[in-house]
């Protein structure tokens, strides 16, 4: 199969699976109670069955694609869902105006860093998925490694690592990296609705030898996150949707609520919290670079401790984001007039947990 051909079966597969989404969706509006009609039933199902044949079809196709091919898929991709998924667009356009207005001033520069973004989102995401056959060599040998002896060291202290990141660059390689290189591996994830289509997800990961943590039901989630930890486990937390959370922070200029969530894992468990960020360089490469361990902000209190750690996160991320603007999402704020939700990992302290004094690494 040609390039052009590849192109084709994208194309065939996206027109496919839009109309039975829009018609779905359709149903849905008129109809938010738990329950659903027989119909809506039918297109939920029809709409996750195509979803799940386009990805089998993705991934077969791309893991016997040579590297230039799936890169030029990946751009065509980029262009068609640029044009297509305008909200999304606007809403990365407006977030830069609102958090980086002074850096990008003109329109016409934030229009253009959208849709570098875009294509190097859609890149990372390729990718990915072509990763999923690759054997753990060619793993290893595609993405280089910076930083790895503070992932030893922090593993020698046998409490765990937390590794901190961002949908920024080609995150989801994280895992397949350190998994390939023979380190046991977690990631806590916001499955989709729909079982089926989620535990093929699940499959594809525990392909390259990652394990997953369902991000809800909450309480399940944190006692599967302790427990990973306890056995030693690197476990990736995702932290950039300042979109919910009780504690409020300063990112990228706004002031946003923040997940408690991996500032009260680290302190509970005393696991090691590392920043860990995969992107692309001015050469093409992907680089995994892994910080120096992030400590904990003691203040007299646990809230104020857990808000001060959070708060240092944070920066970490934006740091990040700095360095490479044109490879985050932008789509971690709030939008405009929506209520913020309780957050992920919320539980009340307990009388106890005011004596921590662990390092949040």
Known sequence: MNARGVHRLFCRLFWLAKPAKRIHKSFMKHRRSKKRSAL??????????????VLRIFILVLGRLPDRWVVSASTFWAWITHKLLWKYRIRMEENIAAAAGDRFPDKAERKAMVWRIWKNFTRGLFEAGALI????????????????????????????????????????????????????????????????????????RAQVGIDTIAAKPRREAVRAI???????????????????????????????????GPATLALRTGAVTLPMFATRRRDDSIVLAIGRPIEAVNRESLEETITATTALYTRHLEDAIHRFPDQWSWLGFPRKGRVVRGEMFHSPPSRTAANVTHRAS
């Not at 280089?144 to 390689?173: I, M, P, T, W, Y």
């Not at 302790?226 to 932290?239: T, Y």
């Open 40 to 53: 809506s039933r039918f297109f939920y199902r029809l709409r996750y069955g195509l979803g799940a044949y």
């Open 133 to 204: 056959d690759f054997p753990k060599e060619a793993i290893v040998t595609k993405i280089r490694v910076e930083g790895e002896q503070h992932l030893r060291d922090a593993l020698a202290r046998r409490k765990g690592v937390l590794a901190l990141s961002a949908h920024l660059g080609n995150f989801a390689l994280i895992g397949a990296r350190l998994a390939a290189a023979g380190y046991a591996f977690s990631v806590v994830v916001k499955h989709p609705s729909n079982e089926e289509f989620a535990e093929l997800i699940t499959q594809y």
């Open 226 to 260: 302790v427990q990973a930890l306890r056995e030693n486990r690197i476990v990736l937390v995702v932290a950039d949707e300042f979109k919910s959370g009780e504690i409020t922070v300063e990112f990228m200029g706004q002031t946003v609520p923040a997940p408690r």
